[in-house]
């Protein structure tokens, strides 16, 4: 604390200068004591320093982020060249989709249930398999689809090729097919009210060989390859 040195005046007193041997030291809060804060000019100059080194490492960074997108897309385009150029890219969808087709396909208990029948020695006739119309609704399906059995008409012609008078009697007809898994149907929305279907070949069914036989006689007849 100062010291009061006492004047010749009567009560007065003045305060003499302190020298401090120490430089001063502050607190951190509680009584610990630190030492003193760094200058203005210090602090500038670590500032300074701090500010050139996260300069420094930025282009680095950049480099290192941009050299490895470069070696991730590589890979990645000739993967897709591959892919491309890979013969076997074809064969693996030719084999989905020959086996989207056998799942398409009825058993002999599944045909026995829709036909109402008990055994297949009870299946001679076409018409026990393909009743009503669905029989030369067919036979026209087959006559135009491609080799791949794929085939796209309009309604009215259809019926015209098939001897069908009622587009309800059309529907009714190809809903039998279906149902036997010997034809897929999708609608194509337009004016024209036409399809497109996938016809499968009637020996896809478990049956009889001599139905096969007569319904080769029947397409024959109709002049039908």
């Known amino acids: ?87 076997d890219a074809g064969e693996n969808q030719d084999e989905k989709g020959e086996e989207s087709t056998e799942d398409f396909k009825l058993n002999e208990a599944e045909l026995l249930r829709i036909l109402g029948a008990d055994s297949v020695d009870e299946i001679y006739e076409l018409t026990d398999v393909l009743r009503a119309s669905s029989l030369k609704l067919y036979a026209a399906l087959v006559g135009l689809a491609d080799a791949r059995g794929r085939a796209r008409v309009k309604n009215h012609e259809l019926m015209s090729k098939a001897g069908i008078k009622g587009i309800a009697t059309l529907y009714k007809q190809e809903r039998w097919l279906t149902d036997l898994k010997l034809l897929e149907k999708k609608a194509k929305p337009g004016p024209h009210d036409g399809s497109s279907y996938v016809v499968h070949k009637l020996e896809r069914l478990p049956l009889p060989a001599e139905i096969y036989e007569k319904f080769a006689v029947y397409l024959s007849d109709l002049n039908i390859d």
Do not use: H, Y
């Open 1 to 87: 604390m100062p010291i009061k040195k006492r004047n010749n005046k009567k009560g007065g007193f003045s305060l003499a200068p302190i020298t401090l041997s120490e430089p001063v030291k502050i607190t951190d809060g509680f009584t610990n004591l630190v030492d003193a804060a760094p200058t203005r000019k210090e602090a500038t100059t670590k500032a300074e320093q701090r500010g050139d080194a996260i300069a420094a490492q930025r282009p680095k960074a950049k480099n290192a982020a941009s050299a490895s997108r470069i070696v991730q897309s590589k890979p990645a385009r000739s993967n897709a060249g591959e892919s491309k150029s890979s013969p």
